[in-house]
């Protein structure tokens, strides 16, 4: 190969590697983006009893209808100040059907609440890797010491459509301070009660027909 041909076949390579983003770490440039999206449902409770039986019964329906479940956040937007009453118990009791709680506070919705009714709000999360598959950088010829465009696509892909709750990604559980020392210590105990895989001992196999 000439010089002059060499240093063509380089400038090429350089142009060809210039596509993409330029990572010459460790830490993929692919990573998981969480949204929030908050449902909107006002119902009315024009007294401190609580809810009517239809009323509770149109939320329930409500909830079905967006498949409730964990990772998702209930809140209770009430513009009367009875946050605490019996209204936001009767909302927590329907919730409690599907195993969650009504978290303090709300967030901020658009348009007031009617009067004589309350909000109830549904956050739910989710968690996608925007731009994978991503093959803009070939993977050679390779001049920069970069990882491939896709690096980290198929890990965090994983990530982001396995975690349960993907507000986790975002700052982690956290926790009341204590320890649960019976989950602390399931796994160690399954794994020194269970027989070893070999007690029985070998497994005779053989390629003849019956």
């Known amino acids: ?34 949204t929030r999206t908050d449902y909107v449902y006002d119902i009315a409770a024009p ?12 939320l329930d329906a409500w909830f079905r209808s967006l498949r409730l479940g964990y990772g998702d956040t209930i809140y209770v937007d009430d513009p009367q100040g009875y946050g ?11 919730a409690g059907r599907y195993g969650l709680f009504v978290a303090p506070g709300a967030p901020v919705t658009q348009g007031q609440v009617p009067d004589g009714s309350i909000r109830i709000v549904v956050s739910r999360s989710g968690a996608t890797v925007p731009g994978c598959p991503n093959w803009e950088r070939p993977l050679q010829p390779e001049l920069e010491s970069s990882t491939m465009s896709n690096y980290g ?6 990530l982001a459509a396995m975690i349960a709750n993907p507000q986790d990604l975002v700052r982690g559980r956290e926790t009341s301070g204590g320890t649960d020392a019976t989950a602390a210590t399931k ?5 020194r009660t269970s027989e070893p895989t070999g007690k029985s001992g070998l497994k005779s196999e053989s390629s003849k027909g019956n």
């Open 153 to 158: 696509c198929a890990t965090n892909s994983n």
């Open 84 to 94: 605490d009453s019996s209204r936001r118990a009767a909302v927590a009791a329907v």
């Open 1 to 34: 190969m000439s010089r002059k041909t060499f240093y063509a076949f380089a400038a090429l390579s350089a142009s060809l590697t210039a596509c993409g983003p330029v990572n010459q770490g460790l830490e993929s440039v692919n990573q998981p983006v969480v």
């Open 47 to 58: 007294g401190y009893d609580g809810l009517s039986s239809g009323e509770a019964a149109r």
């Open 187 to 191: 796994a160690l105990t399954a794994y």
